[in-house]
């Protein structure tokens, strides 16, 4: 962590529609990869609306370096199956952190980010200054794969003595 700038706390909340991966349903867990970096939740059984609520913290060094979503059904005696991926940048996200922003009222939307080719959003995403933190609510659409969103909320976490943003 002597190169971070901060910590990236991504709040996996929610599955949504997930795909049909075994008889009638899946066992998912979220797989977060950025660089060598690679964090997992647990696995909720037999659920296609999966409620996670985990907390997953990265180290921020590289931030043009894209973040990927990976969703797996977990399978006892065979590998894993894939249940779609996503990926999402974080270059708005820094942009919000870096502007002035004390003294603004909590749920002041400072930047709106719209679904586009370059990202995985499924719906318009709101960069918001919440209780004197810039947070980001996202619904990522999974490629590859025939159905499912996760819903995840970006956090900042500064490390004293880091290079900061």
């Not at 008889?23 to 939740?41: F, N």
């Not at 990202?119 to 794969?145: D, P, T, Y």
Request: proline content about 5%; glycine content about 6%; aromatic content about 6%.
């Amino acid at each position: 962590m002597e190169n971070s700038m901060g910590l990236l706390r991504i709040h996996v909340i929610r599955g949504v529609n997930l795909a049909i991966r075994d008889v009638r349903s899946s066992d998912p867990y979220v797989i977060i990869r950025m660089g060598r970096q690679k964090l997992k939740t647990r696995v909720v059984k037999r659920n296609l609306n999966p409620e996670w609520n985990e907390e997953l913290t990265l180290s921020i060094s590289d931030p043009p370096v894209p973040i990927k979503l990976l969703v797996y059904d977990r399978d006892r005696f065979s590998p894993d199956d894939k249940m779609g991926d996503a990926e999402f940048y974080i270059t708005d996200y820094l942009q919000a952190l870096r502007m002035q922003l004390e003294g603004l009222p909590s749920g002041t939307i400072i930047r709106k980010v719209l679904p586009s080719r370059e990202n995985c959003l499924a719906e318009e995403s709101h960069i918001i200054w919440a209780n004197g933190k810039v947070v980001q609510n996202m619904f990522l659409r999974l490629r590859n794969v025939e159905c499912g969103e996760v819903e995840i909320q970006l956090r900042w976490i500064d490390i004293p003595g880091s290079k900061g943003l």
